[in-house]
T-cell receptor, first 113, second 110 residues
Framework: DAGVIQSPRHEVTEMGQEVTLRCKPI?????LFWYRQTMMRGLELLIY????????DSGMPEDRFSAKMPNASFSTLKIQPSEPRDSAVYFC???????????FGSGTQLSVL | KQEVTQIPAALSVPEGENLVLNCSFT??????LQWFRQDPGKGLTSLLL?????REQTSGRLNASLDKSSGRSTLYIAASQPGDSATYLC?????????FGKGTRLSVIA
């Protein structure tokens, strides 16, 4: 099993540009989560999906952030336009259920200049 | 709203020492509690999961305990090794997805 796969591993962009982060969950997992990690705030849940349906997006900081899950094997997190304060590590994670053992990807280190 | 606190934020111990990491949470209505390990620049790896009906879980040199009534969990690491150096995060699952503490950064000195 390849685990949760995220791409890109690193992203450096300029303020105002669109950023798209990608995630492939573990096959058979029906819950997918996007987290953001910063030194100041720790790990914050942005949004989660259950059976490809967004359940709670209250953690999405602004309308500049959007997430989709078009099928069970793929999800994207988009930031448009990006700002320097969006710089963080973004993690995707998946599990069999909403509160079961959680498996994380390696994360995307985003730097917005 | 569930809040998870981990104390201390950082800990440095000599190799071979037994140690305890602490986690506290504000809402005792939980389904489970998970301990994760995060190495620098890497994702999180689940170490132990304790269901709300359980008191503890063990894996090798790790033992995690759960006291729901007091809102506390501990992670005990026996005979610490330099390879145990990492950040350890506690996360609580309830009516909402996992809520994480900010972690304890552990350094085991050879």
């Amino acid at each position: 099993d390849a685990g949760v796969i995220q791409s890109p591993r690193h992203e450096v962009t300029e303020m105002g540009q669109e950023v798209t982060l990608r995630c492939k969950p573990i096959s058979g997992h029906n819950s997918l989560f996007w987290y953001r990690q910063t030194m100041m705030r720790g790990l914050e849940l942005l949004i989660y999906f259950n059976n490809n349906v967004p359940i709670d997006d209250s953690g999405m900081p602004e309308d500049r952030f959007s997430a989709k899950m078009p099928n069970a094997s793929f999800s994207t997190l988009k930031i448009q336009p990006s700002e320097p304060r969006d710089s963080a590590v973004y993690f995707c994670a998946s599990s069999v259920g909403t509160v079961e053992k959680l498996f994380f990807g390696s994360g995307t280190q985003l730097s917005v200049l | 709203k569930q809040e998870v606190t981990q104390i201390p934020a950082a800990l440095s111990v000599p190799e071979g020492e037994n140690l305890v990491l602490n986690c506290s949470f504000t809402d005792s209505a939980i389904y489970n509690l998970q301990w994760f390990r995060q190495d620098p620049g890497k994702g999180l790896t689940s170490l132990l999961l304790i269901q709300s009906s359980q008191r503890e879980q063990t894996s090798g040199r790790l033992n995690a305990s759960l006291d729901k009534s007091s809102g506390r969990s501990t992670l005990y690491i026996a005979a610490s090794q330099p390879g145990d150096s990492a950040t350890y995060l506690c996360a609580v699952g309830g009516n909402t997805p996992l809520v994480f503490g900010k972690g304890t950064r552990l350094s085991v000195i050879a």
